[in-house]
């Protein structure tokens, strides 16, 4: 049974940073290939960053590139989503997502429908 419990959010002025937390259980971690996704009222989820299975490659959302990092620590299980520069446009509930045991293609990534699990999410105001 796979877990993921985000940590991090909160509320920011528009040029400030955050750094959230996905603590991963349940599965061998550093097999899956996980991501992070946001999702505002009224609006469809959207990929914000992605890390495949090996770590060598990262995917950024293009309104988010230059901004954001993924990152993960196999040793502790944790992904994690430094963003800098925060805008208005930042605000919403903040998701992290795995593929439990298998790589995702490239271009399907930033794609909600990847992934089978996820965590409870985690919000982010930017004001």
């Known amino acids: 049974h796979v877990q993921l419990v985000e940590s991090g959010g909160g509320s920011v002025r528009a040029g400030g940073s955050l750094r959230l937390s996905c603590a991963a259980s349940g599965y061998t971690y550093s097999t899956n290939c996980m991501g992070w996704f946001r999702q505002a009222p009224g609006k469809e989820r959207e990929g914000v960053a992605g890390?495949?299975?090996?770590?060598?490659?990262?995917y950024y959302g293009d309104s988010v590139k230059g901004r954001f990092t993924i990152s993960r620590d196999n040793a502790e299980n944790t992904l994690y989503l430094q963003m800098n520069n925060l805008k208005p446009s930042d605000t919403a509930m903040y998701y992290c997502?795995?593929?439990?045991?298998?790589?995702?293609?490239?271009?399907?990534?930033?794609?909600?429908?990847?992934?089978?699990?996820w965590g409870q999410g985690t919000q982010v105001t930017v004001s």
């Open positions: 997502a795995a593929a439990a045991g298998r790589e995702i293609p490239a271009a399907q990534i930033l794609s909600a429908k990847a992934y089978d699990a």
């Open positions: 890390m495949s299975t090996s770590g060598g490659g990262t």
